[in-house]
Nanobody, 115 residues
Framework: QVQLVESGGGLVQPGGSLRLSCAAS????????MGWYRQAPGKQRELVAT???????YYVDSVKGRFTISRDNTKNTVYLQMNSLKPEDTAVYYC?????????WGQGTQVTVSS
């Protein structure tokens, strides 16, 4: 059974930081490209960042220079370090694992940026 379990969300003030984690089980983790997506209320889910098997990264323009995606294949875990958070970063953040034509999703973790 495949599981992606996100953690690390919460309430933070503008300018603050959070680190999201996604622990994967039931997959051969190092074969998968991993990603973080987010969905704000009333909006479609959007890609935030991805990291390939070879640790090549991609970021959506709105988070470049503020967010960092990384992976630890020994722990089957992908991380999203989020700095300089803005109210517009408020959303449910979802972990994604992709290999060939197969996608797996986590249940999401809420990030709220508010004073």
């Amino acid at each position: 059974q495949v599981q992606l379990v996100e953690s690390g969300g919460g309430l933070v003030q503008p300018g603050g930081s959070l680190r999201l984690s996604c622990a994967a089980s039931g997959i051969t983790f190092d074969l998968y490209a991993m990603g973080w997506y987010r969905q704000a209320p009333g909006k479609q889910r959007e890609l935030v960042a991805t990291i390939t098997r070879g640790s090549r990264t991609y970021y959506v323009d709105s988070v470049k220079g503020r967010f960092t995606i990384s992976r630890d294949n020994t722990k089957n875990t992908v991380y999203l370090q989020m700095n300089s958070l803005k109210p517009e970063d408020t959303a449910v953040y979802y972990c994604n694992a992709r290999y060939a034509n197969t996608d797996y999703w986590g249940q999401g973790t809420q990030v709220t940026v508010s004073s």
